[in-house]
């Protein structure tokens, strides 16, 4: 077991170097992967080393703030309570380690003298509790002073009264320091018995979860498990208060992923994430609503602006690039399209079967449509004119994407009742001359997706045959990568916002995440059922994932570390975040939507916001005995 590993990126070898020698020097073991012996199976030798160091500091630099390992030996290390992290460039740590307190070690020489090295040394102190013991203390503290010139010439009664003296203080200040020590030791035992009762309460919710199959919001509201979960984040608070420490810091964290409260909440009556639209700026959120009506909020104040009728229910939204135009499509055969700002109908497309799906072109001057009659529609948006028609053989076409580029259209046709197993149901189309340029795979398919260079398309079966993810290469139609679940069928793709990774959520109750374009699985998260939909923050950050268990969950990329369990009954059928990563939507259909702010800075201040009780006298004579009873928080009862 080493005191402090360190986690870097190979470029910055060099000065890792120069801090391994000087922490050394303060008498601490240091492991970094230099150290591997050879022979020694590099990623089973780092995780052994990692798991095991009572420290982990990061070096952030340009190198790596884009490195998958240093990103997942800190979100690891971070898990912990036991990361901590400096940076030696001009950049900024990834968003989720942004509100840890980072040494800037810029222009650091190497020199232990230095003002810099010298607080990470007293963090790192602080961290693993490398202190004198009592007994040490007690002789540095008390002993006396060393004999000067004077002293060694003291008459024998003189020695007799300064012995007496000496014996007289030290026994009074040893006794003085006794007992601030059995003070100190008091008080570290209740914060260790809170921060322990406080993961043991969250600890007993969740065996409750995983051994009962129960949906997370019906354990919550109707089996009493919001007491429990609300009692492990009161006791975490009162650890933190008394004595703040990285073990509190994680138990209060760990509560407050699942204590999660919707800041909004509004209708929703969407099939899909088709039904569901932020425009591009984060200034309007759209959904399909009621059955005929679509409607828009102002995302600044969560205010309604506006409810645009059809005479049948509303399945899809979309926003234009400039986010100025919504997009709707209903089941009353029509697409139309309305001004945000002033709720007006700008214009009517020609009348077509049920819409299923709506995208606009990247540059805005189109508009895709699919739906039950066979086709594939683009429109000019300029004046409402079709300009093409993809004809498909079955008769339902349910998804329709632009490339990147807006020169080709990828299409998704197919009944799940047809009774054709073999027909490609996803097509690749010009969107100039709708001439059908190839066809990918066999069966059915749940989902495709462009990666946002436009060289690859992943698509997901919905074939109980094929539980694997594909991957495309767009310049050659050749399949190149399949990734796969553990069975079942695949419900969603979707490429990180830089296409380094791609997810993929299935009914096997998991969503994966793969690195690409090798399509390693970096880790996989589980929810009580399948997994129906899952999208990336606009900085690749975070990963939201939804599922018919009633739960949207919040990840760190590449970690998997659980950031936030939001709760909402019904299948989650929608999710997003707004373009800042403030805040999450998810949406179910059960005609509810809700809005979920995301950071935690203080989390202090967001427990007491996020709890309606206190802790009751009989959970505080628990936990604290005769202490005099307090509110943790005053606000609440």
């Known amino acids: 077991m080493s005191d402090v590993f360190i986690s870097y990126a190979r470029e910055d070898c060099e000065l890792v170097s120069s801090l391994a020698s000087a922490l050394r020097t303060r008498g601490w073991s240091v492991w970094w992967d230099s150290a591997i012996r050879t022979g020694e199976k590099f990623s089973q030798v780092i995780e052994a080393a990692l798991g095991s160091a009572r420290c982990v500091i990061v070096v952030w630099s340009q190198h790596s703030v884009i490195s998958d390992w240093v990103l997942a030996e800190a979100s690891e290390a971070r898990r912990h309570g036991k990361l901590v992290p400096i940076v030696i460039d001009d950049v900024r740590s990834p968003l989720v380690f942004r509100q840890l307190q980072t040494a800037d070690f810029a222009g650091w020489e190497g020199t232990v003298e230095s003002p810099q090295f010298e607080q990470l040394a007293h963090d790192i102190a602080n961290l693993i509790a490398v202190q004198p013991g009592l007994e040490d203390r007690i002789t540095n503290e008390l002993s006396p002073p060393p004999k000067t010139g004077a002293g060694r010439h003291l008459v024998p009664g003189q020695r007799v009264l300064w ?53 997370w919001w019906y354990l919550l509201e109707d089996k009493g498990g919001e007491k429990l979960l609300q009692r492990s984040v009161l006791l975490a608070v009162e650890a933190m208060r008394r004595r703040p420490s990285a073990d509190g810091e994680k138990a209060l964290r760990d509560g407050l992923v699942l204590l999660t409260r919707p800041i909004m909440e509004m209708d929703y009556e969407g099939y899909s994430s088709s039904a569901l639209a932020m425009s591009p700026d984060g200034k309007y959120l759209a959904a399909a609503n009621r059955k005929d009506t679509a409607c828009i909020w102002e995302t600044t104040n969560w205010q309604e602006i506006q409810r645009l009728r059809h005479e049948s229910e509303v399945r899809a939204v979309a926003f234009s690039p400039d986010g100025q135009t919504l997009a709707t499509g209903s089941g009353d055969g029509t697409v139309r399209l309305w001004n945000v700002s002033s709720g007006e109908e700008r214009s009517r497309m020609a009348k077509m079967k049920s819409v299923w799906d709506l995208d606009f072109s990247p540059d805005g001057s189109r508009l895709v449509g699919a739906g039950f009659d066979g086709y594939a529609h683009i429109w000019d948006v300029t004046d409402g004119q079709e300009v093409q028609r993809m004809k498909h053989p079955l008769p339902r ?29 996803v097509r690749l189309w010009d969107t100039k001359s709708a001439a059908l340029i190839a066809t990918f795979g066999q069966g059915k398919a749940a989902d495709v997706a462009f990666s946002p260079d436009g060289k690859y398309l992943a698509t997901a079966p919905a074939s109980y045959n094929d539980s694997s993810a594909h991957l495309w290469d767009m310049s050659t139609m050749k399949e190149v990568r399949h990734m796969e679940h553990d069975g079942g069928a695949l419900e969603s793709v979707a490429f990180s916002p830089d296409g380094k990774y791609l997810v993929s959520t299935g009914t096997d109750r998991t969503a994966r995440l793969w690195a690409l374009p090798g399509g390693d699985e970096l880790f996989h998260v589980y929810h009580q059922e399948r997994v129906i939909t899952a999208t990336f923050s606009v900085d690749g950050a975070y990963l939201v994932t939804g599922s018919q268990d009633g739960t949207a969950r919040v990840w760190t990329v590449p970690g998997g570390e659980e950031l936030a369990r939001l709760n909402n009954s019904g299948n989650i059928t929608a999710v997003l975040f707004s373009p800042d990563g403030e805040y999450v939507v998810a949406a179910s259909d059960n005609g509810r939507a809700r809005i979920w702010a995301l950071p935690i800075n203080d989390p202090l201040a967001e427990a007491c916001q996020r709890i309606t009780r206190n802790l009751s006298m009989e959970e505080w004579r628990q936990y604290l005995g005769e202490e005099h009873y307090r509110k943790t928080c005053p606000e609440r009862p």
Do not use: N
């Open 397 to 425: 076409v349910e998804r329709v994407v632009f490339s990147p580029s807006g020169r080709h259209l990828v299409t998704v046709d197919g009944d799940a009742y047809s009774g054709v197993e073999k027909e490609s149901t």
């Open 163 to 215: 012995a007496m003296l000496v014996l007289a203080l030290i026994g009074g200040a040893t006794g003085g320091l006794i007992y601030q020590q059995q003070q100190e030791r008091a008080e570290i035992a209740l914060v260790t018995d809170l921060v322990r009762g406080a993961i043991e309460t969250r600890q007993q919710l969740l065996k409750r979860y995983v051994e009962g199959h129960d949906y």
